[in-house]
């Protein structure tokens, strides 16, 4: 067990990476993924690239503790082409690799980034945390905004209990919406809790099982890429 010095805590990556790559060129946008398991986050990361690959140049990493599933999972559905995925196999806790030691996730990232710079560099990087609890979040040394995906099946109190993939993440998804009369979960009260919980920050209601069900978060993850042009121009 590592020991920390009395009066010091452990050391979190809490500052934004540079908006730019170390000659000079603009990077791809970064935006994590995190979310219970069972919630959908590797369904939603598939039906964003099909919805975003014509318009932009994809990455993913996905993280699993002691397996490659969900990079499998993309590959197995050729949602990018095989050379933009990387697996992370974390070992330990999912939020550990992408709060507290980033190491890992962020080699993959500018991994990724370096091999495609020499065909026009990438837009948007996915990273996609393994499954978690409520207090999943990013470090913002890895990401530039975050997803947070719950469903409706864990229970229509998800919402209100709060946490702070749910109260903080730039977007929370309420996903497979579809399922809501089978399992007794009310939208209209899991939109009121969110909104309460959120102060502003946008929710989305996801159905991946209907055409374009993905349509909000690609919506918002192109407001995203837009302002993030902006941004990355005007430095």
């Known amino acids: 067990m590592h ?3 009395p009066g010091t805590l452990r050391h979190r990556h809490t500052h934004s990476a540079e908006p730019a790559r170390p000659d000079g060129t603009r990077r791809a946008l970064r935006i994590g993924l995190g979310g219970p398991v069972g919630s959908g986050k590797t369904a939603t990361v598939a039906a964003l690239c099909r919805a975003l690959r014509e318009d932009y140049s994809l990455a993913v ?3 699993d503790i002691y397996t490659r599933e969900d990079a499998a999972f993309l590959l197995r559905a050729a949602v990018l082409p095989p050379e933009r995925i990387a697996a992370v196999e974390t070992g330990a806790c999912p939020h550990t690799a992408i709060r507290d030691d980033i190491s890992a996730n962020l080699e993959a990232v500018e991994d990724l980034e370096e ?3 020499s065909t026009g560099g990438l ?3 996915l990273v996609e945390s393994g ?5 999943a979040t990013f470090s913002k040394g890895l990401v530039d905004a975050q ?8 229970g229509d109190d998800i919402p209100r209990k ?4 749910i109260t903080t993440a730039d977007l929370l998804v309420v996903n497979k ?5 089978y399992v007794g979960s009310d939208l209209d009260a899991m939109a009121r809790d969110a909104a309460a919980q959120r102060g502003g920050l946008p929710v989305a209601f996801t159905s991946l099982n209907a055409e374009d069900g993905v349509a909000p978060v690609a919506d918002w993850a192109r407001a995203r890429l837009a302002a993030w042009r902006q941004e990355t121009a005007a430095a």
């Not at 499954?131 to 207090?135: A, P, Q, R, V």
């Open 3 to 5: 020991l920390e010095e």
């Open 61 to 63: 990493v996905t993280n």
């Open 115 to 117: 091999a495609a710079s």
């Open 123 to 125: 837009d948007l990087v």
């Open 131 to 135: 499954g978690d609890n409520l207090t």
């Open 147 to 154: 997803i947070f995906v719950i469903d409706v099946a864990a």
């Open 162 to 165: 709060g946490g702070p993939g």
């Open 177 to 181: 919406t579809d399922l809501a009369p």
